[in-house]
């Protein structure tokens, strides 16, 4: 039996032959150079920091403190939170007087409905919490899409906070609220990272947007706004609005990297703008329904790949060898809960260090000859065997990687990793004794030099992208692109001109508003783009054509699939 191959939280190794389903993976601290660790989920968002929450209360006169805590204990949050109200006026000193404030202002922003909110809103025996609650309810109202109800309740927060932070926040929504009611139709927005050291992605990103707005010609009649993030969540909620409220685009394209791509889908929504988004992190669609996405996420990848493997292959069982990063993690989750959902198995799994370059021991572990405990008598024997054949080589075999063979009981390994990564694992697994299964991975693999660093797997690969240079020359927009910039384009000046061209042409087609183009967005049906047909999924994700490649003499081509 093999020990080892699957790994749990708390780091012990397990032998298991059966995967039924997928454990919650932690994150751990790493020890040592080569420790396997299972790496983390996502973590469940945190709730709203809300005003004096989370802060000790000063010492307050007990029978007052002990009576507000009844009553929150009971339930009863609109009486607790009237006593609190008055204990805050009455309160003999100024530390007891703010102790209760801050206690009105948690139950008020974390504990009542909203139709406590509007009782207390109308009610002038909950005096300055009446500020909170209209707060509030313009929040809500937000978030339900009704402007003009949020406009209401925003207006008013000043008449019971005069000079307060709250009023502040209140009047700079109102006046986000006013600007987003100015629209020009042919004014796209962009954000993204023109400076830093992600600016060679952004310019690229760049180029084709203006090449689908047609900007390269004259007459397109459209315009770009443009906002350099820097690579920053805030200068990219900055840039946001500041293309509302100045340039009043209709909608926004942005952002690349993931650690800025939720602040401008989260502050566009906020506005009302409908935006695409180009970045692959996790999760984007979610934030809110303007929110729309044109890029090759992990999740499509992954459920192309499975598919491949298992209805055209007949794959059954995999094994996954994965760095301990967060895109390793991610594709792994994935690649784990796709195969099971299609009555697969995961067979082994083993887990390095993003920087390791020594695969010897994850791959040893992978095919069971790094512990021999579960196989001491099959060691003896072979050990006994090959003395018995030719007491020479006895010496030659005094190592156990070297006596037992591997154990190969899955049919393909899934590597989420560069090509480099790939390689060398490959190297490892040929010296291990590992043969006749494929090697399967992500669009990181479609990069010149694969064939090279693949060695004896270089006929055993599986990888997808929906981008291969030699299938696209017949593209208008590759060859216009290569005429203006003398290279090659990539997916991400592709993804860019597809967005900007949908743009564009719903627009054309009478889309003059954000709502009506955010209702256009969603029902896009057979979209021409760049490469191939595009359609908007139910969940706002642009889905483009997949190809499934391998590498046939040396070049990355199309898989011929074989049943």
Known sequence: ??????????????????????????????????????????????????????????????????????????????????????????????????????????IVEGKLNQEQLEKVARDSDFGFSRGYALFRLGEISLEDRDKDRARKYFSSVSEFLPGSDLAVRAQDILSQLESSKFVESKTIGVVLPLTGKNAAIGQKALRGVELGLGLNNPGSGFRLAVMDSEGNPDGARRGVERLVKEDNAIAIVGSLLSKTAPAVAAKADELGVPTIGLSQKSGLTEIGPTVFRNALTSEMQVRYLVRTAMEDYGMKRFAIVYPNDPYGVEYTNLFWDEVLARGGTIASVQTYHPKETDFRYAIQRLVGTYYIEGRVDEYKARIKQAAEVEKKKSARVSHEEEVLPPIVDFDAVFIPDSAKAMGQIAAFLSFSGVKNVKLMGTNLWNTPGLAKRAGNFANSLIFVDSFLPQT????????????????????????????????????????????????????????????????????????????????????????????
């Open 1 to 106: 039996m093999r020990n080892g191959f699957l790994i749990l939280a708390a780091l012990t190794l397990a032998a298991c032959s059966v995967s039924t389903k997928r454990p919650e993976l932690e994150k751990y601290p790493q020890k040592g150079g080569r420790q396997p660790i299972i790496t983390p989920v996502p973590v469940g968002q945190s709730g709203k920091q809300v005003g004096g929450m989370g802060q000790p209360l000063p010492p307050a006169g007990k029978a007052n403190v002990q009576r507000v805590r009844d009553l929150e204990a009971a339930g009863d949050y609109m009486q607790a939170l009237k006593e609190s109200v008055n204990f805050s006026v009455s309160a003999t000193t100024p530390q007891e007087q703010e102790s209760f404030r801050l206690k009105s202002v948690e």
């Open 472 to 563: 696209a020359a017949h593209s208008r927009f590759v060859q216009e692109y290569k005429g203006l910039y003398n290279e090659e384009p990539s997916l991400i000046e592709i993804q860019a001109y597809d967005s900007a061209l949908i743009l564009r042409q719903l627009v054309a087609q009478g889309a003059a508003t954000r709502e009506s183009l955010t209702r256009e967005l969603t029902s896009l049906k057979k979209f021409p783009g760049a490469l191939g047909v595009l359609n908007m999924s139910p969940d706002r994700e642009i889905q483009r054509p997949l190809m499934a490649l391998t590498l046939d003499k040396g070049e990355i081509t199309p898989l011929k699939i074989q049943k």
